[in-house]
């Protein structure tokens, strides 16, 4: 460890008592050829590795009516599925729960003729419900099915609108060989340098 810090600091010394001109550009020279696309505003508010398909899109879509509005009744039919499938599945999962808790108290029933006799009770009552509410499990498992549906479709829509926006950044930005080739330069010379030193 003390072998790593002392190479560290003499190599920072050596940096830094150089008086090449070299050494003094900037680190990152020509990496990025800066042209201005249309796409390139979009990207600013998102420096770094923040870029995503929900970026894009929103970005994308201010400019768009068509877009706004369809992203607008897809967020509302999410919105309102919620809403509405909770009040049915708070019924049922409280019907659910009531079932397996009487299905269980049952095991605390010592006489085995009146433990079978409330089993099949419960499991009739159950059998009932179930029936009864069939057509809205069965409405409920469709809504669902298609929720998931619409957010598969709507995300590949997505990524399908966003994917020539980020092509387009990338044909607007780029990245050259030059400061690479240069650093690397630079580092083989430093380490040339470090072998001669005594």
């Keep these: ?3 790593v810090l002392f190479a560290s600091t003499l190599a920072l010394s050596i940096l830094s008592c150089q008086e090449n001109k070299q050494q003094n550009l900037p680190i990152v020279e020509n990496a990025v050829d800066n042209a201005e696309s249309a796409v390139s505003g979009s990207f600013k508010s998102y420096r770094g590795n923040n870029i995503t398909v929900n970026n894009i899109y929103s ?3 201010k400019d768009d009516k068509n877009l706004t509005a369809l992203n607008s009744r897809i967020v509302k039919t999410l919105e309102e599925t919620e809403e509405v499938l909770a009040v049915y599945n708070n019924v049922l999962n409280t019907t659910k729960s009531y079932y397996q808790d009487a299905d269980d108290q049952t ?6 003729l009146v433990k079978q ?3 099949k ?4 009552s159950a059998d009932r419900y179930n029936l009864k509410v069939k057509n809205i499990t069965d409405h409920i498992s469709q809504i669902t099915k298609n929720t998931e549906k619409l957010v598969s479709m709507y995300t590949a829509f997505k990524i399908r609108k966003t994917l020539p926006e980020i092509e387009k950044y990338q ?3 780029p990245l050259k060989m030059d400061s690479l080739n240069t ?3 630079r580092q083989n010379n430093l380490l040339e340098e470090l072998k001669k030193f005594k």
């Design 1 to 3: 460890m003390k072998n």
């Design 59 to 61: 970005e994308l879509i």
């Design 107 to 112: 095991k605390a029933i010592t006489d085995s």
């Design 117 to 119: 006799q409330v089993q």
């Design 121 to 124: 009770e419960i499991s009739a």
């Design 171 to 173: 044909n607007a930005h």
């Design 183 to 185: 650093f690397i330069t």
